[in-house]
């Protein structure tokens, strides 16, 4: 069978072949054991509704087995026999152009290149998945190949519910993930729902197919650490950056600590991940020595070097030997996946990376008992650096929220509301009011010909699009808009693509429209083939999450999730190819909502129509919310945006004189 025909078929009418287990990819680890005999039942039951009753007496026995061996169905006899990956947008069959956009994007999220767990068709941070079963994944594609412009493909967690009449302006798809009643949204209730089929965790670009490899995170990284030796009055230059983590997002941090121009060190347990890392160039060496990586470290600061390395161990080690032979460590963070803390996304020190997997799956309690442990040497380590003048942030991945749970030294001496810990998170200190207040965050395109030349192509454009609109920018924007200008200018050098030919840049709503309207007159005209826009859900206004990115919000509000239900909703109707809501995501199961979008530009008028009216509201929906809790930079962005859109009429706070409440009644 062909491609095409392989995906129009859906659930194979016949089994096939049992698949062998490939030790040498990257798997995800055991999840713990958390059903009992009837939930067990009950999971096989949901399992085998996908198939036909004369198939369960053989898939039944299989299945039961992949539950007890890996705590999940995975049903890995139906992954396709295809190789995984982005194809060009004209080789996926179907019936609608958005609908073969789609396809594209989902492939990319499971491509070998791109997604952590591929096998598992988990994309990154260790749990964040496309879909819970490969039964789920064909059936998909199969709608997907069936859908006409005036239907709707509604997505249930990884599940297709089916095919719905709908319209040309509405949503192709619609996905939702993990969106469990909130009594029901810690993390064991993931674990129980996930286990039974019923229920994943999306992430937040995982589970609505808007992933584009590291590259995302790369430039986030490099802009926030950009501004954070900024924020210290350093240059980058010697400078040096201590964080861990090299998986599918954290493996970013030593691409994005060069192009910063500084000198970083990146502790990973993981040595197949860490060898994936060096060997795509993300990461220049590999020590696994602390002596030999403190002399290399020494040498490196006394000859200013733009260098990044990897430490083959745990972070904590890394921490406590540069506090011994006082190392100065300039800025110091931590992306290690803490939102899934005792399920593979923090390692405990002193136990070696395979005891740790055994561990977590067998011994679910003492393995929790020594992350907790691990987290409060981590902290104490992170303390005695501060304390010396270093700048620690946290990176928005639950670092401080997991380290304050497990009665680590984090807490401030004085809180606040909103100021609870010693240290700020980024988008407190740095994203928030420099880039989030005025409508800048993580604008993204896919080039869905799959040609590097049409890649190259639309970076030209929007360097075109973004020095124009320099030139009248406001001061407040100037430094936002110059950081993208030089990003986009070194993104072809920077070799960034992982997966599918996708861009990220930062960007306000007026960039991300002309940019746009740019791209869609290109393809009109036969320059460049369709392109699909998307953003990160880690965005102005797609995301409540209180200890990322609403934590600069302080009117006591950022605990609500209005704003990401807002902006779902309005991208809906003003012309999102899809649309996703997800409970969970960069900071835990229960602790955020977040939501995202697609939109195909194809050089239709359709398209020039939807851009504007979509993007528009997708940023301002954000200032808006922002600049009602009284964030300066926001009531800025709002403002101005008022002024350049007569039908945007946004309600102001006024503020409150401080010396009113000295007055005694």
């Not at 302080?554 to 605990?559: A, I, M, V």
């Amino acid at each position: 069978m062909t491609f095409q025909q392989q995906i129009q078929q859906g659930i194979p009418r016949e089994l096939p072949q049992t698949k062998t287990y490939e030790p040498q990819i990257n798997h995800a680890p055991k999840r713990k054991e958390i059903l009992n005999e009837e939930e067990k039942k009950l999971a096989l039951k949901n399992a085998l509704r996908y198939f036909e009753p004369k198939f369960h007496a053989e898939l039944l026995p299989e299945f039961r087995d992949e539950l007890e061996k890996y705590g999940r169905i995975y049903m890995y006899r139906f992954r396709p026999d295809y190789e995984m990956y982005a194809r060009p947008i004209s080789e996926y069959p179907g019936n609608s152009l958005q609908a073969k956009s789609i396809m594209l994007m989902i492939q990319n999220n499971l491509s070998y290149a791109v997604a952590q767990h591929p096998h598992e068709l988990i994309t990154y941070g260790g749990n964040g998945a496309v879909f819970q079963n490969w039964a789920q994944y064909l059936l998909t594609m199969k709608y997907l190949s069936d859908m006409t412009d005036e239907q709707t493909l509604v997505m249930y967690s990884g599940h297709p519910m089916g095919l719905f009449p709908s319209h040309k302006d509405a949503p192709r798809v619609v996905v939702t993930n993990g969106m469990v009643i909130p009594n029901y949204s810690k993390p064991d209730d993931w674990e129980k729902f996930n286990a039974l089929g019923v229920s994943q965790y999306g992430q937040m670009t995982a589970g609505s197919y808007m992933y584009i490899g590291p590259q995302g995170i790369v430039h986030g990284t490099t802009i926030t650490v950009l501004n954070a030796f900024r924020k210290i009055n350093k240059s980058p230059k010697g400078g040096l950056f201590v964080t861990s983590g090299l998986g599918g997002m954290s493996g970013a941090q030593p691409k994005a600590g060069n192009i910063a121009g500084c000198i970083t060190v990146c502790a990973e347990v993981n040595p197949k991940i860490t060898k994936i890392r060096h060997e795509q160039k993300w990461v220049d060496e590999i020590h696994e020595n602390l002596d030999e990586l403190v002399a290399r470290v020494r040498k490196a600061q006394e000859n200013e070097e733009v260098v990044s390395l990897a430490y083959l161990g745990n972070v904590v080690e890394v921490w406590e030997k540069f506090d011994q032979e006082n190392l100065k460590i300039d800025i110091g963070s931590d992306q290690t996946s803490l939102h899934n803390p005792w399920a593979g996304g923090y390692y405990p020190v002193g136990i070696s990376f395979e005891d740790s997997n055994k561990m977590m799956a067998e011994q679910p309690e003492l393995f929790k008992e020594k992350v907790q442990e691990s987290l409060r040497r981590h902290a104490a380590a992170i303390n005695k650096h501060t304390a010396k003048g270093t700048y620690f942030f946290d990176y928005g991945n639950a670092f401080l929220l997991e380290c304050s749970r497990a009665g680590a030294d984090v807490l401030s001496e004085n809180p606040t509301l909103g100021r609870e810990f010693k240290y700020p998170s980024y988008v407190q200190d740095i994203m928030g009011p420099m880039c989030f207040d005025y409508g800048f965050g993580p604008f993204r395109w896919v080039c869905a010909s799959g040609k590097p030349e049409d890649l190259q192509k639309t970076d030209e454009i929007a360097c075109e699009v973004l020095e124009e609109l320099m030139k009248n920018s406001p001061v407040e924007i100037q430094q936002q808009m110059q950081d993208n200008i030089t990003w986009i200018k070194g993104a072809q050098e920077n070799k960034l693509v992982v997966g599918s030919q996708a861009r990220i840049l930062y960007a306000d709503a007026e960039g991300r429209m002309k940019i746009a309207e740019a791209f869609n007159k290109a393809i009109k005209n036969g320059e460049i083939g369709p392109v699909v826009l998307g953003r990160d859900h880690h965005d102005v206004s797609g995301t409540d999450s209180p200890y990322r990115e609403t934590s600069n919000i302080y009117d006591g509000s950022r605990f609500t999730a209005d704003m990401a239900i807002h902006n779902v909703i309005g991208d809906s109707f003003r012309g999102a190819t899809w649309v996703s809501i997800h409970n969970g995501g960069g900071v835990g199961w229960g602790e955020v909502i977040n939501g995202g979008f697609g939109m195909l530009l194809d050089g239709t008028e359709d398209a020039n129509r939807r851009l504007k009216s979509m993007l528009f509201w997708d940023v301002n929906n954000g200032i808006s919310r922002r600049s009602w809790a009284r964030n300066e930079g926001a009531i800025f962005a709002i403002k101005r945006a008022m002024e350049a859109e007569p039908n945007l009429k946004v309600t102001l706070p006024n503020f409150v004189d401080e010396s009113l409440f000295n007055v005694k009644i």
